[in-house]
């Protein structure tokens, strides 16, 4: 998903101009059948930025429900598959790092225009 961001990061997929010409500097997903696009903020409708947030925050709760559950009940398997979930420490070191909090602001900054 983070290969997938870099490649097709350069364009938004509503309107076709760069990515760089948004006031924000982190793009919003819109997720359709097998695909995600990433447009401008600006772009989006009150729906489609919605959609954001609440994904973001349910992945957000998945993931600290996985980190509950692997210190209630630790194992190798456990451990093992929650660095296939979510990345060995290399890896999530390597990634490239979103600034959540960021994000959050420029949808919700958005929002309050529409
Ligand atoms: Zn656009």
Redesign the pocket.
């Known amino acids: 998903m983070i290969v997938r961001m870099i490649q097709s990061i350069s364009v938004?997929d509503?309107?076709g101009?760069e990515m760089s010409s948004s006031h924000y500097h982190l793009p919003a997903e819109i997720k359709e059948a097998n695909k995600i696009k990433f447009?401008?903020m600006?772009?989006c409708s009150a729906d489609e930025i919605k959609k954001n947030l609440l994904s973001y925050a349910q992945n957000q709760i998945r993931f600290y429900h996985d980190i509950v559950d692997l210190v209630n009940d630790t194992n190798m398997k456990k451990i093992k598959d929650f660095e296939m979930k979510y990345g060995m420490y290399e890896e999530v070191s390597q990634g490239i790092l979103i600034d959540r909090d960021t994000y959050i602001a420029g949808l919700i900054s958005e929002l309050k225009k529409r």
């Open positions: 938004c509503i309107c101009n447009v401008h600006e772009c």
